[in-house]
């Protein structure tokens, strides 16, 4: 069974492109244009493996969102990729204070970004 992968971004390009790079690798995928639309469809799958989320998003910024799945026993060890344009070292380091496992800038390249994620679900 392919693994499943939660898209977190506001940008429709941004996912589309994304899913269809993950789609290509053989992930499941399913999207979400929100830190709170991410939320509520982490918690109706079945299974997530892992999240890639964008910081800024209406309504609920990556941040938050990375944060509140955290603060939940059942996905602490959820593997979360942040994918974003706030590349400065404050924004990094923040992300992975709050529980990410990486930190790509925004454009990422694809083999690069594909490898990491392979190397976090093991």
């Given at each position: 069974?392919?693994?499943?992968?939660?898209?977190?971004?506001d940008?429709?390009?941004?996912?589309?492109?994304v899913?269809?790079?993950?789609?290509?690798?053989?992930?499941?995928?399913t999207?979400?244009?929100?830190?709170l639309?991410?939320?509520?469809?982490?918690?109706?799958?079945?299974?997530?493996?892992?999240?890639?989320?964008?910081?800024?998003?209406?309504?609920m910024?990556?941040?938050?969102?990375?944060?509140?799945v955290?603060?939940?026993?059942a996905?602490?060890?959820?593997?979360?990729?942040?994918?974003?344009t706030?590349?400065?070292?404050?924004?990094?380091?923040?992300?992975?204070?709050?529980?990410?496992n990486?930190?790509?800038?925004?454009?990422?390249?694809?083999?690069?970004?594909?490898?990491?994620?392979?190397?976090?679900?093991?």
């Amino acid at each position: 069974m392919s693994k499943h992968i939660l898209i977190v971004d506001d940008s429709k390009t941004v996912r589309n492109l994304v899913a269809f790079i993950m789609k290509r690798e053989g992930f499941a995928i399913t999207t979400a244009e929100d830190g709170l639309d991410g939320l509520e469809k982490l918690y109706a799958a079945a299974k997530v493996d892992l999240i890639i989320s964008d910081v800024n998003m209406p309504r609920m910024d990556g941040f938050t969102f990375i944060k509140t799945v955290r603060e939940q026993e059942a996905y602490r060890d959820l593997p979360i990729v942040v994918l974003s344009t706030e590349g400065q070292e404050k924004d990094i380091q923040l992300g992975m204070s709050l529980g990410a496992n990486l930190y790509l800038v925004k454009p990422a390249q694809p083999d690069k970004m594909v490898k990491n994620i392979r190397m976090l679900l093991g």
